[in-house]
């Protein structure tokens, strides 16, 4: 599907580039991605919102065309950046999307700034900031090789063999044995997370969604949430799942089969199903639950 249009906005002189879709003067439903990606994790489910919403999926400073940020990027940082942003767009609650470290955005940003939210879906969010042993032993190392300018150049020079790596990792990292996902799909995703001059903001990240242990925090949220979660994730360990379960048991919770950290281009039919009864569901009802 098509975007139709891209915003540049300048908050605190921190330039956020946006893809937007659907009626400007309708509530704003805003789209974070996760770590190593870009607005395009989330693509899959634009369209249960453009025709009631105002799509905005932002590139996070440091990922896709936004420049970083100048200092170190963390967890609250983003999330009043982004705070700011929908203050700049909106005088309204908003819906809020996030996937993986954007989940953890999400609800950091409706802890921080509850009067912005009106409800939220987290797809496969990080609750912890420990992601899997997988992640840890094989995907961190290169992530934090890339850190410095020396290591960095090293890897861009042999980029080819390091993409080979990265590539074989990802799979089993992040998609179910018998995932759906399309072939273009995943080579623009694998694209997002090789993207070259990230690798800095990458490592940044990885230990940003460390400091910010989530757990003990989840019963403070009270907003309607859907929580989608694929039961093969390996990137997010689903020990986050119980997390959410035990601590957060208003949240709609929902796993699906034959997914990993992708649902959305996994089992998009059922995502989007499960997305389209939640929206469309008035918060009035919702809000009986809470």
Known sequence: MAIERTVVYKIDDQAIHVKEEGPADRQVALFIHGWSSSWYALSPIFQEFNRRYRVMAVDLPGYGESPRMKERATIPAYADLLAKLIREVTDKPIVLIGHSMGGMISLTLTLRHPELVERMILICPTISGKLSMFINMFVSPITFLERSVITNRFISAFEPYFIQ?????????????????????????????????????????????????????????????????????????LRDASVVATEWPDADLRMIPNAGHWPQFETPVITRRYVKAFMGTPVKLLNLEF
């Open 165 to 237: 790596i990265t590539d074989r990792l990802m799979r089993p990292a992040s998609f179910a044995d018998r995932t759906e996902i399309k072939e273009d799909e995943y080579t623009h995703l694998r694209a997002d997370a090789r993207r070259p001059g990230q690798g800095r903001v990458r490592a940044e990240c990885y230990r940003a969604m460390r400091e910010n242990d989530l757990r003990g925090k989840l019963s403070q949220v009270n907003k309607p949430a859907l929580v989608i979660w694929g039961m093969e994730d390996n990137t997010v360990p």
